[in-house]
């Protein structure tokens, strides 16, 4: 740096000679991790100054010789027009534009519950759904022209029928419900119905008496002359006949499909795009195991909060955020309920929110995470953008967040490091990724300061370094904020003395406390004293996977459902105090609780190398002779189950099932032990990916 003058620097950059300015850059990128995103050096850094209109940057020397610091400057900006979008923003999922659309059409009044048996067999046999909830004090004539639409737009009516007409709306002499059945009669609609059969048991308040019991009674013998109708004899009864006819009419509307020359000769023409325009969120992999509410984890929540919108928050500097935790511990579903309902209120202005996960398949990759999120940002098509060298799209992503505050969130990043890239990823406990793989960081919360290890190491860096070297980049934007989760810290974001970089901030994600897990246990419906229970979960440490799959054993316990000290006298070996040695403890109580069916069809599901399609499990599952299941409706039986038992988790939205990568380690490991160890390399293969 001897013989160029700061003065000279600040005055014009350009006339410094190149070999001198050169051994700057080398000090900048060095300390500073690229002040610049385009990395053209110190001249290129003001003639953009000067080109924007801005006060010119500031260059010092700190520390006297080791240190160059580019101070720039930007204008105040105004709130941006995001601040008066709706927040209320539904997630639009474009791969699933072609699912089709059943409408149900029921009185409201007695048949509530038998409703969500409906719309659960109807999402299980992959149908979106569309309903008009009956209210009697809005039923006028706007109310059934909107219903009357939502009849018209979808592709199958399904009736429910029990002992009530229905309200009649104002001005008209029908009740909406037979307008509903008639509306789609015209239109010649599949129509699915189901009326209640007399050995139903019932309330005499849901029994309609006079007129409307006249109209019923017409109604239904009008209906049972134009075409079959199915009778149920309770809600359950009602789930399984209506998941038994749509998985019938969907095949049957595949084959008239897969026979119109004309939708074949126009399917390669026709391209959905799955990315929406921002501010719209981009859901690019739906959170699959997203079964209930978060419970509890305020203070995670808060932080988060803190992180985009306190400024007094310890992490408000820094524009990258990672929850770090072994696996089951509620990372990413602590992070998609902040991504779904707190971010949107609370980080403003908000250009655009992505989710995307590593964990979903093969091409959940880092490459192809910048060319989608590239799309989102920019609105390029994805052709265009794959034409791109890896470099440019980098640049054009990192200039759209550095212009504009986007959030967002990359679940289970650990997928993307040589720890986990590996065929043996999923046999391995998390104690063994902590010791091995160095996974500390100085100064994170929730980390022991008995952590301090050695910091630096290769399994936690990146597969391909240009990811790594991209995500530090992303630690120096201006405006946008990136959310991880992880059960590893990237080496990429730490410095050789063990800090978080500059710009990152780690968070060490520790069990539930005792009064969460309680609420978690109890949210679960389930028996049991504080006394009895806190010993428990202490010994989990607040483990709240393993504690939802103790709680749902416990529910499923059929001589006592629910009854954890009955449960635990009938269990006198369960020991929670061996479950910090081995969490597939209390896995193995659960595992043992299924019948031989069930559990074949979990087997079948965990060896699947990424979340797999009803009509997947189907093909591979149902069948007469050497199948798991006989029918649909037992296939149907079982995952329901599953979810039951905490031990699948089901995408609603895409009908896809997947298993928690901690169930899916146990399974696989009881598997291994049935077959012989012989077996073991089949079964990390086919878990490869997944955990």
Not at 72 to 90: A, M, W
Not at 154 to 179: C, H, K, N, Q, W
Not at 622 to 639: F, I, N, P
Request: charged share 25%; net charge negative; aromatic share 8%.
């Amino acid at each position: 740096m001897k013989g160029v003058s700061l003065t000279d620097m600040n005055e014009d950059g350009e006339k410094v000679n190149s070999i001198r300015r050169n051994e700057i850059i080398t000090q900048i990128f060095d300390w500073n991790q690229h002040a610049e995103l385009n990395a053209s050096g110190i001249a290129l850094i003001q003639h953009k100054a000067r080109e924007r209109n801005l006060p010119p940057p500031l260059i010092e020397l700190i520390d006297k010789e080791h240190v160059v610091k580019i101070t720039l400057y930007r204008p105040y900006r105004k709130l941006s027009s995001f601040e008066t979008i709706e927040n209320e923003v539904k997630i639009r999922l474009g791969p699933f534009k072609g699912q089709r659309v059943v409408f149900i059409s029921s009185t409201a009044r007695e048949l509530a519950l038998h409703r969500d048996q409906v719309r659960m067999a109807c999402e299980r046999a992959g149908f979106r759904l569309m309903e008009m909830i009956e209210n009697p004090t809005a039923l006028d004539k706007d109310a059934v022209d909107a219903s009357l639409r939502m009849v018209e737009e979808a592709d199958v009516y399904l009736g429910v029928f029990g002992y009530r007409y229905g309200t009649i709306p104002t001005g008209f002499d029908r009740s909406i419900t037979e307008m509903e059945y008639d509306h789609a009669a015209k239109l010649d609609k599949p129509c699915l119905v189901f009326f209640i059969d007399a050995d139903h048991p019932v309330r005499v308040i849901d029994i309609e008496t006079g007129e409307g019991a006249a109209k019923l009674k017409a109604l239904k013998e009008r209906i049972g002359q134009q075409r079959i109708v199915a009778f149920f004899k309770s809600d359950g009864d009602l789930r399984a006949q209506v998941f038994e006819a749509l998985t019938g009419l969907a095949k049957k509307l595949d084959a008239a499909e897969a026979d119109d020359q004309t939708a074949r000769a126009a399917a390669p023409l026709y391209r959905t795009s799955g990315i929406p325009t921002p501010p719209g969120p981009y859901v690019a992999h739906p959170y699959t195991l997203h079964t209930r509410d978060v419970v509890g984890r305020s203070a995670e929540l808060n932080i988060l909060t803190d992180w985009v919108a306190n400024p007094e928050s310890i992490a408000v500097e820094t524009r990258v955020f990672c929850f770090v935790a072994v696996g089951g511990m509620g990372k990413s579903a602590l992070a998609w309920k902040w991504f779904n309902q707190i971010a949107p209120n609370e980080m403003r202005p908000l250009a655009g929110r992505l989710w995307w996960s590593f964990y979903e398949s093969d091409d959940a990759n880092f490459e192809d995470f910048l060319v989608r999120a590239l799309c989102y940002v920019s609105g390029q098509s994805e052709d265009k953008v794959r034409a791109l060298a890896w470099q440019e799209r980098e640049a054009q992503l990192l200039r759209h967040l550095n212009d504009e505050p986007y959030l967002f969130v990359l679940d289970g990043l650990e997928r993307i490091l040589i720890a986990c890239h590996r065929i043996d990823a999923s046999y391995l406990a998390d104690d063994e990724h902590n010791q091995r793989k160095a996974n500390w960081v100085i100064g994170a919360v929730g980390l022991p300061a008995s952590a301090a290890q050695p910091f630096e190491h290769r399994l936690r860096q990146t597969i391909d370094p240009r990811a790594g070297r991209c995500l530090q980049k992303l630690a120096q934007l201006a405006n946008s904020r990136i959310l991880i989760t992880a059960r590893l810290y990237p080496a990429a974001l730490q410095l050789p003395n063990g800090q978080a970089r500059p710009g990152c901030f780690a968070y060490f994600l520790q069990g539930l406390s005792d009064d969460d897990a309680l609420d978690l246990w109890h949210d679960l419906n389930k028996s049991g004293s504080r006394a009895d229970l806190v010993p428990i979960f202490r010994s989990l440490e607040g483990h709240p996977l393993l504690i939802q799959t103790l709680a749902s054993e416990v529910a499923n316990y059929r001589k006592a459902p629910g009854d954890f000290v009955q449960w635990s006298a009938d269990h006198p070996h369960f020991d929670p105090a061996s479950v910090v040695q081995s969490r597939t403890h209390i896995l193995q109580f659960a595992l043992d609780g299924l019948s031989t069916n069930i559990r074949e069809v979990l087997h079948t599901l965990v060896c699947l190398r990424m979340p797999a399609s009803y009509a997947t499990l189907e093909a591979l599952l149902v069948g007469q002779q050497d199948k798991a299941c006989h029918s649909a409706e037992e296939l149907d039986r079982a995952l329901t189950e599953l979810e039951d038992r905490g031990l699948i988790g089901w995408d609603r939205v895409a009908n896809r099932y997947d298993a928690h990568p901690i169930v899916r380690g146990a399974v696989l490991q009881s598997m291994a032990g049935d077959t012989g160890r012989s077996s073991d390399s089949g079964a990390a293969a086919g878990a490869k990916g997944t955990s």
